[in-house]
């Protein structure tokens, strides 16, 4: 098993291929009195050290913030937006007012700050939409991430501890989803199933989590699957195991806890991954629907407005402008934190 | 190793097998047809039509088929085991070894899809040239710059940049370069189909979008790598024994840091073919990607499974053969046990 992996897919040299992190959860629970002999400061746990580190990182720490910031528009998006983002002003229809600072002669069509972003050729407000547009980005990150780690995680688990037939199967599928582009099998599955009654559910939303997490659990069962297979040789599992514990406790106490740090920097690099991939399905028309109900929760996405604003930024660059940064600062901001976590919980892995 | 070689390259095989029946069953079942007009098809040349293309055969076997093949008097087994299997996923996935993906519904017949992607692919592979280049060329030396210089301003910089590189998408960072051309300099993108013809500029700009990501992960790659290497002991010896500090870093700490980069190139294969999906459309070249784009719209589905099968196995190609130059690049990495 060990030589399956160095072939299929050697690691780079330089790194070594699977380091486990520091045990998180030491399997004999050292006394108290004993730790309070040695060091005159209390003992501080992997999350402590974890969490100092991490806030050490200004940008991480700038990026959690401006995750966090972001969640708060998405729930409170009926309130910070100044107009409804689905309905059409008719006096501004066609009119492609500008964003509040850009002046023109045109007094129909020049900005103000009613309409701070401009609107769109609709007579819709451009900051509205980009306020609610926060929510489907989110949603569409954090779910698939979630059905990801709820079926990626056990299967890894499985595979690497009791190996087998299992870990074959999975091996040989992950190679398969290793060789098909992502995009395109998120195109095909569009095309198959975007115009049946199911793929219209939700707008396609629910579609667009399957077609995420079909894909992305693979990743994180061979990544789960490496550091399992990495662990189970270890001592301190060894000293679990001699004293009586059975494999179920063995993996949920002792192997499981210490695969969390790599997983969860995994799963920081996972929803961008799904927020990009809905942007590019939707720009190309075969993503998210547009909701025409006045009072819907999800009426829009940032990947539709940067369709939208493609068509039409000569007439209005920040259609396009606002939407684009939008997508560029969350990603960005995940790349931050995600980076970070993975300094304070994988030390060693470096890239 | 030559073992290791052999099952390496062999396992291509069951990739496309599995890539090509997941595309083809995903078609089969999307609705509609590749004759869905606007006004519908008379019943007769639907049925002439579909006849014409096969399509009007059984699914998996026919042995409707078989037994013809077999009246006629014909007892070559292969041909009446080839009737027998004269179905369209078995028809379907014959053709796919044999290099034969198909019609173009949307041209009626008139090309079949491998002409198509042989027409196409050229720009495509032009832009992909283009974008590894620039992505190697810029992003090493960024990385190697950074590493020497750590925590100065060059190096975050650089750092920034790249990591702005490798988490901002390049559909996003090229829509939005485009449109910053185009207000300041009034830069259009539209070609004549001349200037795409040859190796010109019109190349440069997507191409170099299209490398971006590339790029970045090559320089943040290479920095971390330079990293680790300037404070390995040979390092040290080099410069205890008195060489210059540039022979230091081209011959020993360079040909050290960029082996851990042919390992992203597999990688980097799946990002430029899926980014030139995107690349093509908005800067309107007429490669593969945009004809991918525009089958979508057409529901063009041999174009679609045919373009599909096709990058799959160029991934997969390449994944093969970087796995395999790691023991070229490396001499340290053996393969087998």
Redesign the interface.
């Known amino acids: 098993m060990v030589?399956d992996q160095t072939?299929?897919?050697?690691?780079?040299?330089?790194?070594a291929p699977v380091i486990p992190t520091a045990p998180a959860t030491p399997a004999v629970p050292a006394t108290p009195t004993l730790a309070g002999a040695l060091t005159t400061r209390a003992p501080r746990s992997l999350w402590t050290d974890a969490w100092r580190q991490f806030r050490r990182n200004k940008l991480a720490l700038l990026g959690a913030v401006y995750l966090v910031f972001l969640f708060f528009v998405g729930v409170f998006a009926p309130l910070i937006s100044p107009h409804n983002p689905v309905q059409s002003d008719l006096q501004e229809a066609g009119r492609y007012r500008q964003a509040a600072w850009i002046e023109t002669d045109d007094p129909s069509s020049t900005g103000t700050w009613s309409y701070p972003l401009g609107t769109d050729g609709n007579g819709r407000d451009v900051f509205s939409r980009l306020v609610y547009g926060t929510r489907i980005s989110l949603v569409v990150g954090f779910i698939p991430m979630a059905v990801i780690m709820l079926i990626g995680i056990p299967i890894g688990l499985l595979a690497g501890f009791a190996g087998g037939r299992l870990d074959n199967t999975l091996m040989?599928v992950t190679?398969?989803v290793?060789?098909?582009?992502?995009?395109?099998?998120f195109?095909?599955?569009q095309?198959?199933?975007g115009?049946?009654a199911f793929g219209e559910l939700l707008n396609g939303l629910v579609l667009l989590f399957i077609t995420l997490s079909i894909i992305n659990w693979t990743g994180v069962a061979r990544l789960v699957r490496g550091q399992t297979l990495a662990l189970k040789e270890k001592e301190f599992v060894e000293a679990a195991r001699a004293s009586g514990s059975d494999s179920v406790r063995l993996v949920a106490r002792h192997i499981l806890p210490n695969t969390l740090g790599t997983i969860i920097v995994a799963g920081a690099f996972v929803v961008?991954g799904a927020i990009?991939a809905e942007?590019?399905l939707t720009?190309?028309?075969?993503g998210l629907r547009p909701d025409v109900n006045l009072d819907a929760p999800f009426p829009t996405s940032w990947g539709q407005m940067?369709q939208a604003g493609?068509a039409a930024?000569?007439n209005q660059?920040w259609l396009?402008?606002a939407p684009?940064?939008a997508?560029?600062g969350i990603?960005?901001a995940?790349?931050?934190v995600g980076?970070g976590l993975r300094d304070a919980l994988d030390p060693r892995e470096?890239? | 190793m030559g073992e290791?070689v052999l099952r390496?390259v062999l396992?291509?095989i069951?990739?496309i097998v599995?890539?090509a029946a997941?595309?083809f069953f995903?078609?089969y079942?999307?609705?509609?047809g590749p004759w869905d007009r606007d006004k519908e098809l008379p019943a007769a040349t639907l049925r002439s039509l579909n006849a014409r293309f096969g399509l009007d055969k059984p699914l998996w076997v026919n042995p409707d088929e078989a037994a013809v093949r077999w009246q006629e008097g014909d007892r070559n087994p292969l041909w009446i085991a080839r009737g027998y299997l004269d179905g369209r996923f078995p028809n379907y996935m014959i053709g796919v070894f044999q290099g034969d993906l198909g019609p173009s519904y949307a041209s009626k017949g008139a090309e079949n899809v491998q002409d198509l992607i042989a027409r196409k692919f050229p720009v495509s592979a032009k832009l992909g040239l283009v974008a590894i280049i620039f992505a190697v060329v810029v992003g090493v030396p960024l990385g190697v710059i950074a590493a020497l210089r750590q925590n100065t301003w060059v190096d975050y910089l650089s750092l920034t940049m790249s990591?702005?590189g490798?988490?901002?998408?390049t559909?996003?960072?090229g829509?939005?370069l485009l449109?910053f051309l185009?207000?300041t300099f009034s830069y259009s993108p539209i070609r004549s189909p001349e200037q795409w013809a040859g190796f010109g500029p019109s190349y440069l700009l997507p191409g170099i979008v299209l490398g971006l990501g590339t790029m970045s992960y090559i320089a943040?790659?290479t920095r971390?790598?330079m990293l680790?290497?300037k404070r390995q002991d040979f390092v040290r010896t080099a410069r205890a024994k008195g060489l210059n500090g540039q022979a230091v870093v081209n011959r020993h700490m360079l040909r050290?840091a960029l082996?851990?980069i042919v390992?992203i190139l597999g990688p980097a294969a799946?990002d430029l073919?899926?980014g030139s999906?995107?690349i093509e459309?908005?800067f309107g070249a007429p490669g593969l990607g945009r004809e991918f784009?525009e089958s979508?719209?057409k529901?063009d589905y041999s174009v679609?499974m045919g373009t599909?099968v096709f990058?799959?196995v160029l991934?997969?190609v390449a994944?093969v053969v970087v796995?395999l130059s790691?023991g070229l690049v490396?001499p340290?990495?053996r393969?087998?046990?």
């Open positions: 030589q072939v299929s897919r050697p690691a780079p040299p330089i790194a040989r190679d398969v290793y060789a098909f582009p992502a995009l395109l099998f195109i095909i599955m095309i198959s199933f115009d049946t961008p990009i942007a590019v720009y190309l028309g075969i940067i493609q930024y000569r660059a396009l402008i684009s940064l997508v560029a990603t960005l995940f790349t931050f980076d470096q890239f | 290791f390496r396992w291509v069951p990739v599995t890539v997941v595309t995903l078609m079942r999307a609705p509609g990591t702005v490798v988490s901002v998408p559909f996003v960072s829509l939005l449109l185009s207000q943040r790659l971390t790598s680790e290497i050290n082996i851990p390992t799946a073919v899926t999906i995107i459309s908005i784009v979508i719209a529901r679609i599909a990058y799959a991934v997969a994944n796995d790691y490396d340290r990495i393969f087998g046990r």
